[in-house]
T-cell receptor, first 114, second 114 residues
């Protein structure tokens, strides 16, 4: 049973560039959430996708956008990169409608902005 | 506003001794509570969760957690620590009917010494 997968593992960009991160959820899951984990901090919720729609959003600017595909995989896009966007980006999948939906996390994408 | 506090940045314990990692929360409504563990350069691994019922929850790798509603706490415990338990531990809370948006604490680094 494949768990949550993310690509790429590492990424280096320069300020002002745009980046796309990808996530495939755990088999059977239909919901994908994205988190940003800065060094030494806990994960911060960016947004969540269900049925190809963004249904919940955290306190992140519009430079952060996403998409969910019919196969439930998801992308996170960040435009106009800032140095402060350097972080580990975590994708988590879950199954909506199962009570307390445990979120299962992927290994993350380490983004470095120079 | 929902929040999670992990008052200890680091916990040191000798192998074979019991360990406790503390977590307190502040939410409106009844919370769902989770513990995750993160090893270096890895994503978060689910340990256990509390939804309702028995205040003592058992999880993976011999870990357990005790829910205390009056103290709004959800401390992680293990009767006998192993060196391999050394990692970063995160407490998280979600609120029912909030589409499973997770709020994480800042993390506690557990060091288990031989």
């Amino acid at each position: 049973d494949a768990g949550v997968t993310q690509s790429p593992t590492h990424l280096i960009k320069t300020r002002g560039q745009q980046v796309t991160l990808r996530c495939s959820p755990k088999s059977g899951h239909d919901t994908v959430s994205w988190y940003q984990q800065a060094l030494g901090q806990g994960p911060q919720f960016i947004f969540q996708y269900y049925e190809e729609e963004e249904r919940q959003r955290g306190n992140f600017p519009d430079r952060f956008s996403g998409h969910q595909f019919p196969n439930y995989s998801s992308e996170l896009n960040v435009n106009a990169l800032l140095l402060g966007d350097s972080a580990l980006y975590l994708c988590a999948s879950s199954l909506t409608g199962q009570g307390a939906d445990t979120q299962y996390f992927g290994p993350g994408t380490r983004l470095t902005v120079l | 506003a929902q929040s999670v506090a992990q008052p200890e940045d680091q916990v040191n314990v000798a192998e074979g001794n019991p360990l406790t990692v503390k977590c307190t929360y502040s939410v409106s409504g009844n919370p769902y509570l989770f513990w995750y563990v993160q090893y270096p350069n890895r994503g978060l691994q689910f340990l256990l969760k509390y939804i309702t019922g028995d205040n003592l929850v058992k999880g993976s790798y011999g870990f357990e957690a005790e829910f205390n509603k009056s103290q709004t706490s959800f401390h992680l415990k293990k009767p006998s620590a192993l060196v391999s338990d050394s990692a970063l531990y995160f407490c998280a809370v979600s609120v029912p009917r909030n589409f499973n948006k997770f709020y994480f604490g800042s993390g506690t680094k557990l060091n288990v010494k031989p």
